[in-house]
């Protein structure tokens, strides 16, 4: 039995899990699959990364069609009794994936997301979300060569999307190349945010966190230093930030970079790659 929400999705319990799904997502054979997934499912290929994180990641493929599936397992035994009074990291993505996609902000569209919870705290949750094959993300496509008017639609995409998350009070707080997919199906490249459960909401901008995910990005994406100062410009004036505060924030997110990479070295990471 499914119970209509009060915006039209669909809440149901299936096989232990409670299920949020969209309307048009609730009757495809992608989602029905979905369901039938054990306590014990992982995609194949998991990596030292995945299994220290418990997160996995993967395209799910049926005869019809193809969506991604994120699995989200408890970390630790505290991080499983902390979500009884929390969201799991799967509601709290959906819930900012939705709000992003309010604010204009282009992300995956969200299809589903469901959650196993039993005595003892969050046990697993699931976030099912349109794929996007063949997008590569921004670090790979910043390692190519693309025309120059190509490039500069693209960054001032990206700095209109970040500026207006930020101001509705929204930061990333892991916005680096690998969480932004480059969507090339309609021609034009269009910037794709991903990855939001760690994503801190406040009523205000605060710059500090302005800063940390420019920093980010700033970090881990290829990029000439006249390609970085103009993607600052692109977005103070989203912002509608005067542009003589234009070096005061070079500078500061410069700062805030060399910090990051100095961070991720020590931990003997490649900042290029890490995410």
């Not at 912002?239 to 910090?259: E, F, K, M, N, Q």
């Amino acid at each position: 039995m499914s119970v209509r929400s009060d915006d039209g999705l669909l809440v149901q319990r299936i096989n232990g899990v409670r299920w949020t799904v969209t309307p048009s997502f609730r009757d495809s054979e992608s989602f029905r699959s979905i369901t039938r997934l054990n306590d014990d499912w992982r995609p194949r290929g998991n990596d030292e990364r995945a299994e220290r994180r418990q997160r996995w990641s993967v395209v799910y493929r049926t005869n019809s069609a193809e969506v991604f599936l994120k699995h989200y397992l408890p970390r630790s035994a505290f991080e499983r009794i902390k979500y009884l009074l929390r969201p799991s990291r799967a509601s709290a993505e959906w819930r900012n994936a939705r709000t992003l996609e309010r604010i204009g902000v282009r992300v995956p569209a969200v299809l589903a997301w469901g959650e196993r919870r039993g005595l003892s705290g969050w046990r697993q949750s699931f976030l099912v979300t349109e794929a996007l094959p063949g997008a590569p993300t921004l670090l790979e496509w910043s390692r190519r060569r693309h025309p120059r008017a190509e490039a500069r639609a693209l960054r001032r995409t990206l700095a209109r999307a970040i500026a207006r998350m930020h101001e509705n009070g929204l930061f990333h707080r892991d916005l680096h190349g690998h969480n932004v997919l480059v969507d090339e199906s309609a021609g034009a490249p269009v910037p794709c945010l991903l990855d939001f459960h760690e994503m801190l909401r406040l009523p205000r901008p605060v710059t500090r966190f302005c800063i940390d995910d420019l920093a980010r990005l700033n970090g881990f994406v290829e990029a000439s230093r006249w390609q970085r100062i103009r993607f600052a410009r692109d977005y103070l004036l989203e912002r509608g930030i005067h542009r003589s505060r234009l070096r005061d924030w070079v500078v500061s997110v410069d700062r805030a970079t060399r910090s990051l990479w100095d961070y991720y070295e020590g931990k003997g990471r490649d900042y290029r790659l890490y995410d």
